[in-house]
Each structure stands twice: as structure tokens, then as C-alpha cells.
């Protein structure tokens, strides 16, 4: 197997194997465990596996990230003997998995004394690790399941195997630094959530005034799920949020719903939409369905007993969407279309009684969008999506002239014509695809102008130069496609001297030197799949 060639240095932190069935629980995992920082009293110690870390990246997910290898074979191989741990996504898909059964073994084989780590989702164990697990006894085990370890405990305890450090020193150390960093974002909150209670009081008191005040209860509601909301960002927002819409709910609870006034139901309903975001990106999705589910009776008895109203019309669209969503999310993509086309019908109707308001043009240009990654879903209906595509994109451009000053509707035009390459590429018109590509290019590349420092907006430069070149060979221009991948590694390694721990450049600078040794290559010396 020629293994002392193969055990140099480690390029990763883990492996991620996983069935392509549970490809959405291994992205979700890759990303959650790419993104988290290690507690700093934690940072540079040493351990039996190197220096503690800053961040667990990069990670390796096999499959997706290989779209430019001309031989995955050998690519998962090369994976798997640069990375320092291997964590199976385990379930009755990769039980029955060949594919993760052989990485199990390769992997052994390699390293014989590296860590294995079982990320157990779905299951018992012994129908859900795959044979060379069960074969090996009781690997570590984080157990995400309902009823198992529970959500952090189970993430801890596969950052703690990686990394090499103990369970209880690591769960220690993370609840002291989410505890301060809790405690300081919140302030502002539990203000609020103070004067409220206050508001409250005096409405009690002053019965006149009851009505004032109560608006002024659910406004300060209505700051925590929505201002707050896009004021907090990173590892701690979801914690942070948790506790705001909690007592939010306990607001709510504590009245009687029915008898509350349209204008508070509304709000409810957007309370229950905020808690259902949150869960979902938790990774609580039945949870966050219900949750959905209770705001959509809420938001469809609101439409039925006042069907003109605008507001009632915009908080149904919401409901569509966030259970189309879901249905999405769970691969039911023929109820998530069916979804989406009521979300496009609401966002229609509101343009139609309002046609100059940009902020309806928007919402309809994303119900349009929703409709067009529904039809590119299994099955692919490419001219369903060409249609669906191309009216999510002139409905935002119509927006955009509405929203000048909108931080966000420069995103949003680039956003719809990378979709409409995707329909274009899904409809075998590689060449009107490299056409939207191409505008994308130049909308993304004034964005920069105005923001030089924005090292977000060039990592999305070179993703889009990756694109580029792909539409570029399947065109049959490989020297303007090499030309491409060369400026954007350019790119990329100024990006990752910056940032070396940067996951996303350091995996796309990656793809970009396979890409381009692989064009490089004389086309009958490339070995085929």
C-alpha cells in the first residue's frame, strides 16, 4: 500500500465519511465544526495530538469536494492519509454502506493509532455503525440522538476527540466562555425584557392606558426577535437567542391568544417563525416544524378573517416559505414546490395591489427563487426552472431600483444570476449559463471596488472563478478555463496568507490546484474515472 509515503504531515484535522443519503447531516456537521472556536484557556496547550488549536479546520468531507479530481479513488485515499481523525457519520445508511465501510478500513490501515469517532444520528448502534466498527468494539461515541447525549454534549464530545484534550475539561471551559459571552451580549435584553415587565405592570394599573402599553410590551417582543436578532452573529447567537425567545413566549403564553388583537397575533406569529428559524438551524427540525406549524393556524386564520390586509398576506408567505422549507429540507421536494407556489402566489398578490413597493418586488422575487432550487431538485424540470429562475431575477431587478441604498440588494442580483447560470447549465446551455456567470462576475467585482477589505467578497471572486472555468471546459475553451483557475489561486493564497485558518479558502485552494494540474495534464495522459 506503499504507506510510508503516505504518512507525512496531516493537511487535516478530521475526515468526514458519511452515505450520500445523509449528506445533509455531514454538511451541517462540517460547517458546525469549522466554525467553532476552542475555549482560549484551551489554545496552545499540548497534547498526545499536537498543539490545541485555534479552530478544527481544515475538515475534509468526502464527495462534494472532489468535484474537480480525476480520480476520486485516489483523491479519497491521498484524503484520508493526510487527516488526523476520522469521524463516521453513522445511521442505517452508512451500516449498509460499502463505500464508508472501505473508508473505516483504509483509514485503520493508515493510521492505526489515530481516533475513529462515531457521530451516531440515527439508529441503534449496532444497526447504524458500519461492520468495521462494530468488528473493532465500541468506538467513541458522540450520540446526537433524541434521548442521547444531547446536541452540544454529543458536538463536544467529537471536538474533544479530535483535538485530543478531556470531555469534562473541554464541556468545563466551553460553559464558562458561553456563560460570559451570554451574560455581556444579553444585557441589553434582559433591559428590555425588564421594561416590558414594567409596561405590563402600569398597563394593570391604568386600565386607559392598556392599550398603549401593550403595544409598547410587544414592540419591545418584536425588538428581540428582529433587531436583536441581526445584531448578534457567531457561536454565541444561538445561545443568546434562546433565552430572548423563551420569554417571549412566555409573553404569549400568558395571554389568551384568540382574544389578542390582530396586530398581536401577528407579532405572535413572527415569534413563532424567529423560535422555528432557531431550532432548525440547531439541527431540530421536527421541532422547528411544529413550531411552523403553530404559526401557519396562526397566520391562516388572521388571512381568512381579513384577506385584503397586507401585513396578513405577508405573514402567511412566511408560513409558506418556512414549511416548504422544512418539506425541503426533508428531501419532499414535491410538497416544498407545492409550498413555494403558494408563497409566489401571496407575493404576487401583494405586488398586484401594491406594484411600486420594492419590498413586495423582493419578497416575490425570493418566492420566484424558492420555486426555481424546488424544480432543480430531484426530479429536474430544467425548463420549470429557466422560467422560475428568470422571474425571480427580474423581479429583483425591478426591486433594486426601489432599493438603492439597500446594503443587501447588491447580494440579492448577484445571488439570481448565479441561480440562472444553474438553470441555464441544468437545461444543457452551458454557454448562456457562462453568460449569467459572467454578469455575475462583473456585479461581484464592482461590489469589491466599493469594499476592497471585504475578504468575504473575494473568497466569492475565486468560488466564482471555479464556476467560471467548469462552464469554460464544458465549452470546450480548457486554455481560457486554465487561465481562470490561475488568477483565482493568485487570489486564494493572498486570501490564506491572511487568514491561514480560513476552512473555505484553504478547501477551495485545494480544488483549485487539483483543477489545475488536472488541465495541466495532456489529455491523453489524464487517467479516467
Known sequence: MERGGEQGATRYRAFISYNHRDALIGRRLHRRLERYTLPGRLIGRLTGRGTV?????????????????????????????????????????????????????????????RPILAALFDGEPD???PPPLREAGDPLAADFRRGGDGERLAFLKLVAGVVGVGLDEIVQRDAQRRYRAVMAVTAAALTAVLAMGLLTAFALRASAEAGRQQEQSESLVDFMQTD???????????????????????????QDVERLPPSSRRRYARVLHAIGEDDESRGHLDR????????????????AADPDNPDNILNQAQSEYWLGYADYRRDRFESARARFTRYRDLAQALTRRAPGNAGYLRELAYAEGSLCTAVLSPPVDSGAALRHCASALAAMETAARGLKDDPRIGSDLINRHAW??????????PRRALDERLEQERQLE???????????????WVALQRALASLLVKSGDEAAALERLRKAR?????????????????????????????????PAQRRRK
Not at 441581526?230 to 447567537?237: A, P, Q
Not at 440562472?420 to 446551455?429: H, Q
Not at 471596488?449 to 466569492?460: E, H, W
Open 446 to 460: 464592482a461590489l469589491i471596488a466599493t469594499q476592497p477589505s471585504d475578504a468575504g467578497r473575494k473568497a466569492d
Open 53 to 113: 488549536p485555534r479552530r478544527i479546520a481544515p475538515i475534509f468531507r468526502d464527495r462534494e469536494e472532489l468535484a474537480a479530481a480525476h480520480d476520486l479513488t485516489a483523491e479519497v485515499r491521498a484524503a484520508l492519509a493526510a487527516s488526523a481523525a476520522l469521524i463516521v457519520v453513522c445511521s442505517p445508511n452508512a451500516a449498509a454502506s460499502p463505500w464508508v465501510a472501505r473508508e473505516v478500513e483504509l483509514f485503520r490501515a493508515l493510521h492505526p493509532d
Open 288 to 303: 422547528a416544524i411544529t413550531r411552523f406549524k403553530a404559526a401557519d393556524r396562526v397566520t391562516g386564520a388572521l388571512l
Open 127 to 129: 444497526a447504524a455503525f
Open 490 to 522: 493568485v487570489a486564494a493564497e493572498k486570501l490564506s496568507e491572511f487568514d491561514p485558518e480560513d476552512a473555505r479558502v484553504v478547501r477551495m485552494l485545494d480544488g483549485i490546484n487539483k483543477s489545475v494540474a488536472y488541465l495541466e495534464t495532456p
Open 228 to 254: 436583536l436578532r441581526e445584531t448578534l452573529r457567531g457561536e454565541e447567537r444561538l445561545a443568546v437567542l434562546a433565552k430572548v425567545s423563551r420569554r417571549a413566549l412566555q409573553y404569549y403564553e400568558q
Open 420 to 429: 440562472m447560470a444553474d438553470a441555464y447549465d441544468a437545461a444543457g446551455d
